[in-house]
């Protein structure tokens, strides 16, 4: 069941806790104690942790704290290098909040867009931030939020997830404007493909493009083989125009984006 007024359970927050106060104290051994109030700086960061865990769903920007929390916790335990602390606590952070953290600015260009199909939404964080906007989003999954297990745990659920994938989500949102594909699938045999073995690629972002017929499409990720396949990322070149490349926090991996497109033939609106 969803909580309507704390957007991480205890549990979540004490191991996103636990993992701050571990890298927090590995970065200040590695700078040589460059600090004197370490504890003071902690609890600084505890605290902005425990306020946005709280934080009540809303439509103004405070209602994104997975972004809040990227840009401003680095900064309360400087000189701590920030990348390096959002790096350790990325297995946590991905499991609490998304893999790809979304910015205020592609938040409201695709919540412009009203009705909008998310296929692969995890947790359903993007979807969370999105409704909180003002849009109407149809959110599916492969696997319940609760049951997909991350290296920080199981994922939290923020926002209805149905079980299915481009078939069922596109069927149950014939109307749907936009249709957002965040961090789709790519390579799903890794460890054989590193090996020397061809790679195979999830159909996923190809058969969610067969079936959407609305005019928007947002793509987060890279033109690289964790996402998408080679036919997905000829279609994007042959079927849609990209309209601008927004620049996303990244947590010491990726260098994701979010890809803001329309398709080909389309009105410009």
């Not at 690629?201 to 928007?216: I, K, N, Q, V, Y």
């Not at 964790?226 to 309209?243: H, T, V």
């Not at 601008?244 to 398709?263: K, Q, T």
Request: some cysteine; charged content about 20%.
């Amino acid at each position: 069941m969803l909580s309507a007024d704390c957007l991480l359970p205890g549990p979540v927050l004490r191991r996103l806790e636990r993992v701050f106060i571990d890298a927090l104290t590995a970065g200040s051994r590695a700078a040589h104690l460059l600090y004197d109030d370490e504890a003071s700086r902690a609890d600084a960061g505890l605290a902005l942790l425990r306020a946005l865990a709280a934080l009540p769903h809303t439509r103004h920007s405070a209602g994104n704290p997975y972004l809040r929390l990227c840009r401003e916790l680095p900064g309360l335990v400087a000189p701590v290098d920030g990348p390096t602390l959002l790096r350790a606590m990325r297995p946590v952070l991905v499991t609490a909040f998304s893999y790809a953290v979304p910015t205020d600015e592609v938040l409201e260009r695709i919540a412009s867009w009203q009705s909008v199909v998310e296929v692969g939404a995890g947790g359903g964080y993007w979807a969370r931030c999105l409704t909180d906007r003002g849009a109407t989003v149809t959110a599916f999954d492969r696997v319940l939020p609760f049951d997909q297990l991350r290296p920080g745990g199981r994922l939290h659920q923020h926002h209805p997830v149905a079980v299915g994938g481009p078939s069922e989500a596109l069927a149950a949102a014939t109307g749907a404007r936009a249709l957002l594909l965040c961090w789709p699938p790519g390579v799903i045999n890794r460890e054989e493909a590193d090996a020397g073995a061809l790679p195979i690629f999830s159909p996923m972002g190809d058969e969610a493009l067969d079936r959407f017929t609305g005019e928007h499409l947002v793509f987060v990720g890279d033109h690289v083989k964790s996402f998408g396949s080679p036919a997905f990322f000829a279609r994007l070149e042959r079927e849609w125009i990209l309209e601008e490349r927004l620049a996303l926090p990244n947590l010491g991996s990726w260098r994701d984006a979010a890809y803001v497109l329309r398709r080909r033939g389309s009105p410009l609106v």
